[in-house]
């Protein structure tokens, strides 16, 4: 006689298996993702299945009755104290006694596809590297001495044919205490990349454990704590990088690390703390400890790497900008001061693409995907240090750019970070040349009578880079970059401040914001050097224009795409294909937490990417030169339409052309 | 026409190889032990070989002239700078061209056998974990950017076919600084046992890397600096053990772990800062620096076990006295708090037994080797808490038995641990009942008239069983163990205190050092106790003698055979079959500093040793109580001779048989 033939639905894999073997068994031993905790002792209800009935022609199989074993005592207790769904069996009790298809449904399935709104709308693969199993191990005999760790080898080894593992000395360290607490039984969470142990509880645990994806940025660190179950958010949030207090940017960091001994230890120690912090807070926030999380994805630049793991930056500063390690990391999470997390936690760093192009823009490639579309692509991270990609499914080239804070509000007059108060949106109508606004924090423009009493602060990136704009498309600013005075404009809020103007854009109780020919000349500036970075990949790939341009950040988020256009930010596109991808890193790092296959595909992705340095390319300095009118003049812009045809020298016209 | 037939010697291995091969190549081909640090660059001069000339019939090859290329430019450089000896050639630059017959000479080969006289008199074969690498490392290029790190794991990969390494975090960090300091060339010690990198160093390193052997006591610590090229030790040296403040022995530490909350993490940290204290000061005294020590095995008993490695030890103080972990550990050794070592150096700590026999008797038996003769050994390792084996060939046994600190002077009236000016060797002339002793710190007896004026603080272990026995022998003292009065004795030195009498060992200034009743007691429960732990190991072996009995721990090598068995201390054996084996535990762990393969063998002896728990034996109390008579009366003592027939009763001989 021979074995029933079992066919498992969705994957259709399929095979002859011996009669009285349970569906679980059958479906380790046919390689079908059907999820279990507790190993087949039918108390985890993880492996929960659908049995077939009547014919299936596509699969040659008719379900006779007595396919499965019938409904036992222990599914019956089940069923009792929790509820099993109709027609629904434990794969772990019911056992194969004929031809039969049985379905795994979505939630029994470890590998599974999940669409999470929280933090992105993108569809995540759930495949995480840690995975609980639940073990009952031999209490100890005198008369046969073993320790305790070697009794839970051996139950793993048993019940779930697991070995070699490496157990971390924190996790040796409560063993004795866990193993008595559960009475013998615990649940070991065993992270399967690095073969070691993450955590171990007493007892039966079914909640899936928790994973933290981590956007370590110059100037905030955000995170997401996940369910690494269902991939769901639980909770999000971010923190200032401390390091901030050493230096606003990138470089300014390096430099206080060459200048002052230990500095780049101290900016270490602030923000490893930092991070247990917020690793901290997001626990508390979803009601959970924070020694649940398994473990940890970080993304970050190249800078905020080598302080995070403890190297000096100051390589980093200099030609040719030789990174410690451009390799993926993997850690203990403990070695980054995260004792926090589980004992066991192991931390992923994703790979860095250069010197100055970090595992940030590696996980930005593995969100966006560039190399997986024909359409020619720019990627635009914006940040302190913009990170470009540029490419499509035959090459990706990437690079960085210097364009310093001025995006992020800093080093403008009125500037400051996007915080409630601050003006993120600006309008000026071309007619009146009067400004409307708002603020973060309130859905109303100011010239709404409902606006009034809103409190303002200041003006943060988008702010200022949308005040620019308008202030070009009003007629208050020539192409390149000066404000016209009060007569040139007929704007009487174009005010005169020493030898140049200012536009008024809010005035009251004696505070004002004002857009000054300073800050105009820091957006010029920054956004020179990002349109730079952009054409020198643009000349590396051979391309004038390219057919779509993502912004990235979540600074990017807030960037309307037109006014990114006029500003000469990025390249000329149409409009419709100028789009944000919001917190584009920090969606790979979730991703890359929730699915560890995609670590081997960046990992391979980062090996294929050319890199371009622009600190020395003498054609970054000729387009950055290029592009500092608004909009810059290299290249026409046929998506934008006409803007003003201005033109305001300095002081007046005649001295201005004296000098040029 | 056929390659060239080589043959090295004295290996004997042999194979055809292509000509132009250098000897150093077709060594690695053929599986020649033949060192080498620079890798074949002509630069550490490891390789040296000496060609044969003429014919070997044994090996069935003539070497005609012309069989290894003439010595060349690298080679001439070399014996002009340092000196080559005669006949000797660089393998690394000497090629083969013909038939030849190649000696490898004992300092060019890395397992070696050498025999060490400075901690021990035995051989030790070499074979050490760590080997150095020296590699030259691609310099950065901005324009195909990597990671120093990938370059160094290229470099070592291509040089040496070394691949796969962990490279430990403080590695890492100080990598960037290393290769630019030796001109992107380094050598790197690896760590072979555990794939992960030690330590590296700027240019080529070629004195041999440095590991330490330490016997973690509960009362005292031991460690041996050695060289792992030679096995030589270059310094020795011990401390107390710090957590003695906590508890004089091991219950008692236990005890304070379970009262104080945080108590265990307190020893931890005080044995933790004590090990890297004395790593630093033999580092001193050897003149190097603590960062070149790349290895460190450590050997200790349960108790200390768990608490250096940070683990509570309350389990080990109930019933069924549980390991949390009882196989060879290997850990960075800076999860021990050991950073002042090599950065990536590594520690390996020998299995456990049982629950009351540690990692110590597992270095005892490594070293004393009673596996492997035919004799019925006893082995003891005399500490606070004594382990003891015994067993041949045909099988091991192996319990613990609580002795108490009385053998290291403890507990006793006039007791200090072995230091200058502790009474160590003490004789009673059986006529006169005078005593003469020798103190630590002089090699006179105190009855030389030179003598005088040389310092006596107290009496050490050995000095009080020596006392003890020397009474027993003068008929001071009867088999109860009680001491005779001055009528009883004849002896003025026999003084009343109390209900019981002392003995006047010395008086000078005031000051008196006796041995007390309450001494002998002590010294009586001490005994017992490890003779009835020897007894219990001997019924569960069926014999009712031994036929060599060796006396292991530092003070084990000061206790004199023969006082010994007139205390009962051990069982009876031919006097010239009692022997002290010295540290045999500290020699054990140089065993296994020195060559990794004793790892594997000591592991698997430790598995196929029998454990008998002292605790829970009832019989352990019977023999216990048997063995309390000086000697014991359990079982003759051919080998002793007759004692003095004394009796004596506590105050007056008819109040005590009243008693009893």
Redesign the interface.
Known sequence: MTDPLVVFTPSGKRGRIPAGTTVLAAARRLGVDLDSVCGGRGICSKCQVTPGKGAYPKHGVTVAEGALSPVNAVEQRYDEKRGLAPGRRLGCQACIEGDIVVDVPRESQVHKQVVRKAASDRAITLDPSTRLHFVTVE????????????RLRAALKAQWEIEGLTVP?PI??A???VLRKGDWKVTVAVNHETSSVAAIWPGLRTDAPLGLAVDLGSTTVAAHLCDLGTGAVLASGGVMNPQIRFGEDLMSRVSYSMMNPGGAAEMTGAIRVALADLARELAEEAGIAPADIVETVIVCNPVMHHLL????P??LGQ?????????ALR?PAR?LGLDVLAPGARAYILP????HVGADAAAVALSEAPDQVEEMTLIVDVGTNAELLLGNSKGLLACSSPTGPAFEGAQISSGQRAAPGAIERVEIDPETKEPRFRVIGSELWSDDPAFDGTEITGICGSGIIEAVAEMRLAGLLDAGGLIGSAEQTGSARCVAEGRTHSYLLWEADGRRILVTQGDVRAIQLAKSALYAGARLLMDEAGVDSVDRVTLAGAFGAHISPRHAMVLGMIPDAPLDKVGSAGNAAGHGARMALCDRSLRDRIEGLVRRIH?V?TA?APRFQEHFVAANAIPHATAPFPHLGPLPQVSFNQQSGGRRRRRS
Chains 1, 2 share one sequence.
């Open positions: 209490e100890p005999d005198m008369d046969a001495p073993s320790g305790d760790l070697e000395l040796l360290q063993l004795q205490t793991i403890g190297v000096d100051v390589e030609s040719p900008f030789a990174l410690a390690t451009s390799d850690l070695d860095c693409i250069a010197g890199k340095e020395v």
